[in-house]
C-alpha cells in the first residue's frame, strides 16, 4: 500500500493563478480531509468529505474547493491564489468518520508570491 | 479562545530527560484525545490516543486526560534524539468525529 499520497511536494504560484492540489489513498477509506498548517496555528480543517460524492466544510474554506468522484482521489482546488494560502497542505484520510486512526500524506508546500 | 491551547516551545531536553508535553481545551464533551507526531518535513503520525479521563501506556509514552480540569498531557521517559518532532493535541470532536488541533510543541532532544 502506498498509504495517503499528495502531488506535487513543492508549488509556487503568482497570485490570481488557480491550480489543482492531488490526494490519493489505496486503503479504501471512507473519511478523507484537507488541512492547512501555518506556524502557531497548528493544522486547521479546509474540507472534508464522508464518501464518493459527498463533501462538507471545514474551518477555514474560503477561496477552496473540492469534489470527491471516486473513493481514492480527493483534489483540493484553488480558485484564485492570494498570498494568505502560503502553507503548507495535508490530505488525510481514515477508514471511515470518527475512527481513531487518521493517516496523513507526506504535505504540499505551497507558496503563492 | 481556541477550543485546543497548546505551548509551542521550542523544548529542548538533554537525552535520558523526562518530557512533560500539555495542551488545554474548552468542549467538555471531548471525548476521545489522540497524540500526533510531526517530524521535520513530514506528515502527522498517531503516536496514541485515550479515551475519557486516565492514562494509557506505551513504551516510554504515558498519554493522561483529566476531564475535571479539561487537561491532557503527554509524558515521555527516558528521551532520545530520534524523539525529537513536533507533538500535537488533537481531541476529537463527537459531532462528527473531526479532530481538533493544538498548535504543536516542537521537541529537541540532545544527545
Known amino acids: 500500500n502506498a498509504g495517503v499520497t499528495q502531488t506535487p511536494k513543492f508549488q509556487v504560484l503568482k497570485t490570481g493563478q488557480s491550480m489543482t492540489l492531488q490526494c490519493a489513498q489505496d486503503m479504501n477509506h471512507e473519511y478523507m480531509s484537507w488541512y492547512r498548517q501555518d506556524p502557531g496555528m497548528g493544522l486547521r480543517l479546509i474540507h472534508y468529505s464522508v464518501g464518493a460524492g459527498i463533501t462538507d466544510q471545514g474551518e477555514v474554506p474560503n477561496g477552496y474547493n473540492v469534489s470527491r468522484s471516486t473513493t481514492e482521489d480527493f483534489p483540493l482546488r484553488l480558485l484564485s491564489a492570494a498570498p494568505s494560502q502560503t502553507s503548507v497542505y495535508f490530505c488525510a484520510s481514515n477508514k471511515r468518520q470518527g475512527a481513531s486512526e487518521q493517516y496523513f500524506g507526506p504535505g504540499t508546500r505551497l507558496t503563492v508570491t | 479562545q481556541k477550543e485546543v491551547e497548546q505551548d509551542p516551545g521550542p523544548l529542548s531536553v538533554p537525552e535520558g530527560a523526562i518530557v512533560s508535553l500539555n495542551c488545554t481545551y474548552s468542549?467538555?464533551?471531548?471525548?476521545?484525545f489522540m497524540w500526533y507526531r510531526q517530524y521535520s518535513r513530514k506528515g502527522p503520525e498517531l503516536l496514541m490516543y485515550?479515551?475519557?479521563?486516565g492514562n494509557k501506556e506505551d513504551g516510554r509514552f504515558t498519554a493522561q486526560v483529566d476531564k475535571s480540569s479539561k487537561y491532557i498531557s503527554l509524558f515521555i521517559r527516558d528521551s532520545q534524539p530520534s524523539d525529537s518532532a513536533t507533538y500535537l493535541c488533537?481531541?476529537?470532536?463527537?459531532?462528527?468525529?473531526?479532530?481538533?488541533f493544538g498548535q504543536g510543541t516542537e521537541l529537541s532532544v540532545k544527545p
Open positions: 468542549n467538555s464533551a471531548f471525548q476521545y
Open positions: 485515550t479515551y475519557s479521563s
Open positions: 488533537a481531541p476529537r470532536d463527537n459531532q462528527g468525529g473531526k479532530l481538533i
